[in-house]
């Protein structure tokens, strides 16, 4: 069974420019969620999709937006970025809220 | 609101020693509590987690941790650490917050491993 993916691995972009990051969960997965990590701010959880819904979500701005397709792929996006959202995003995908979470290798961005 | 304290930021422990790592959450009610392993070069992953029942929780490697109520903890353990034991560990609350579920990290504690 493929593991989570998330793509691309790595960007760098400039601040006041916008960015997307693509997750493909596990085959048969319907909850995506995603997570920023930074070595100041630790791990922080972002948003959660299931079913093309944003169903829970922590404490980011309005930048910080997201969707989920029909087939359960999620996107994040960030628009007009700050160098402070330099980060490593994670995605990770599960049955549901409650069901144990696999997390793909992550996307790290670079704002300049 | 939630909250998740690590108090250690670094442990250096023997191999084949046994293993502690300390997690204190703050929730109004029962929580759902998580361990994840991070190693370098390699993604999150959950170790164990609690969600209700048995307050002693078997996970993945080896580990163990146990909800214990009374001093809001969620203490991870391991009787024997091996090498590839060597890694950063999170501990996680889940739950209610201003009407959505969320989860909350804490800092870490970056485990080291010597022969």
């Known amino acids: 069974k493929a593991g989570v993916t998330q793509t691309p691995r790595y960007l760098i972009k400039t601040r006041g420019q916008q960015v997307t990051l693509s997750c493909s969960p596990i085959?048969?997965?319907?909850?995506v969620s995603w997570y920023q990590q930074t070595p100041g701010q630790g791990l922080q959880f972002l948003f959660e999709?299931?079913?093309?819904?944003?169903?829970n979500k922590g404490n980011f701005p309005g930048r910080f937006s997201g969707r989920q397709f029909s087939n359960s792929r999620s996107e994040m996006n960030v628009s007009t970025l700050e160098l402070g959202d330099s980060a490593l995003y994670l995605c990770?995908?599960?049955?549901?809220?409650?069901?144990?979470?696999?997390f793909g290798p992550g996307t790290r961005l670079l704002v300049l | 609101a939630q909250s998740v304290t690590q108090p250690d930021i670094h442990i250096t422990v023997s191999e084949g020693a046994s293993l502690e790592l300390r997690c204190n959450y703050s929730y109004g009610a029962t929580p759902y509590l998580f361990w994840y392993v991070q190693s370098p070069g390699q993604g999150l992953q959950l170790l164990l987690k609690y969600f209700s029942g048995d307050t002693l929780v078997q996970g993945i490697k080896g580990f163990e941790a146990e909800f214990k109520r009374s001093q809001s903890s969620f203490n991870l353990r391991k009787p024997s650490v091996h090498w590839s034991d060597a890694a950063e560990y999170f501990c996680?609350?889940?739950?209610?917050?201003?009407?959505?579920?969320?989860?909350?990290f804490g800092t870490g504690t970056k485990l080291q491993v010597i022969p």
């Open positions: 990770a995908s599960s049955m549901d809220w409650e069901e144990t979470q696999y």
């Open positions: 085959s048969g997965h319907r909850s």
């Open positions: 999709y299931f079913s093309e819904t944003q169903r």
């Open positions: 996680a609350v889940g739950g209610y917050s201003g009407g959505y579920q969320k989860v909350t």
